[in-house]
């Protein structure tokens, strides 16, 4: 399976970063060594002083496509998750400085965490509207909705699957919306999905 990621799908996170938004999706992607689950801790890398939290809504791919039509991209996915992309900020924007792949700063090993629960699409209030929380210590630092999304999903799958071919199992990292920062050691990551909770760690 793969990962692909999207970067600067929110507006106000894009400006957050200082980036511009976005005329197409950004895309990136980690390798499965990157998956991060069980509620397992998250470790900080020792080549970074500055790694981020961004949590995502994830999309898992229920059917083998490839260009697929807009309009039928609701068909390739079934269930919804909650994950978070860790990224090494300090090194990623050294790479972008420098013109470079992103790869190091992104998708290192068990950068990606995966909530082990995914809800079936069919069982959301409001799919154009699906509503995701992070809580660092307990206390609220990202608060997401679908709906204000620069490229919804079906848009994704049909941007994505003109470049890469999307097998079952592939998750896309949807991109995450304002309020992301740093994590130090001890700290505590509980993430909400419809008011579920989705996953639960500690930073190491
Ligand atoms: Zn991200």
Redesign the pocket.
């Known amino acids: 399976m793969k990962i692909i990621?999207?970067?600067r799908n929110y507006v106000a996170h894009a400006k957050e970063l200082g980036n511009e938004i976005p005329q197409e999706p950004v895309i990136f992607m980690k390798p499965d060594s990157a998956l991060l689950r069980n509620n397992d801790p998250f470790y900080i890398p020792d080549w970074s002083n500055d790694v981020h939290y961004?949590l995502?809504l994830v999309v898992r791919i229920s059917r083998l496509g490839k260009s697929i039509e807009r309009k039928f991209a609701n068909r390739y996915y079934s269930e919804v998750g909650l994950g978070i992309?860790f990224?090494a900020r300090d090194l990623q924007n050294q790479l972008k400085d420098k013109g470079l792949p992103w790869e190091k700063s992104k998708a290192f090993d068990r950068s990606a965490v995966i909530g082990n629960e995914f809800i079936p699409v069919t069982e959301l209030s409001d799919p154009a509207s699906i509503k995701f929380q992070l809580k660092l210590n307990g206390k609220i630092v990202q608060d997401g909705d679908s709906a204000l999304m620069i490229f919804p999903i079906d848009e994704l799958i049909f941007q994505i699957s003109k470049y890469f071919t999307l097998k079952i199992g592939d998750l896309i990292?949807t991109?995450?919306p304002a309020g992301v920062g740093p994590v130090k050691i001890g700290d505590q990551l509980e993430g909400f999905l419809e008011g579920r909770k989705m996953f639960d760690f500690q930073v190491k």
């Open positions: 990621c999207i970067g961004e995502e992309d990224t990292y991109g995450t």
